[in-house]
């Protein structure tokens, strides 16, 4: 299995990105997907969190009502649409894989992990 972040780049604050992962190796829509990220010196934050159909959404608090996760699992894809970024969003982004077709805001119900893509946001 492994998942593909991309989408990442210098953003100013107010400005949008939006992030992909892509899937490989395994039947994607049967699981749930979660965006994770970490700041420098900070511990890996739980974002947000996709079930297997894309009817179950979960968001933390530092993004709710600016971040939206969405999945095509005809594509094998799930995304992260960042809007309204701040500086503090700044931090490398994970998308991770569950072993259900549920998401968990905790790390260590991921299995599957890409390799993490660079935010910045500049003031």
């Known amino acids: 299995v492994q998942l593909q972040a991309s989408g990442g780049g210098l953003v100013q604050a107010g400005g949008s990105l939006r992030l992909s992962c892509a899937a490989s190796?395994?039947?994607?829509?049967?699981?749930?997907m979660g965006w994770f990220r970490q700041a420098p010196g900070k511990e890996r934050e739980f974002i947000t969190g996709?079930?297997?159909?894309?009817?179950?959404?979960r968001y933390g608090d530092s993004v709710k009502g600016r971040f939206t996760i969405s999945r095509d699992n005809a594509k094998n894809t799930l995304y992260l649409q960042m809007n309204s970024l701040k500086p503090e969003d700044t931090a490398v982004y994970y998308c991770?894989?569950?072993?259900?077709?549920?998401?968990?805001?905790?790390?260590?119900?991921?299995?599957?992990w890409g390799q993490g893509t660079q935010v910045t946001v500049s003031s």
């Open positions: 991770a894989g569950s072993l259900s077709a549920s998401y968990y805001s905790e790390e260590s119900e991921y299995s599957y």
């Open positions: 190796g395994r039947t994607f829509s049967r699981y749930g």
């Open positions: 996709i079930n297997w159909s894309g009817r179950d959404t």
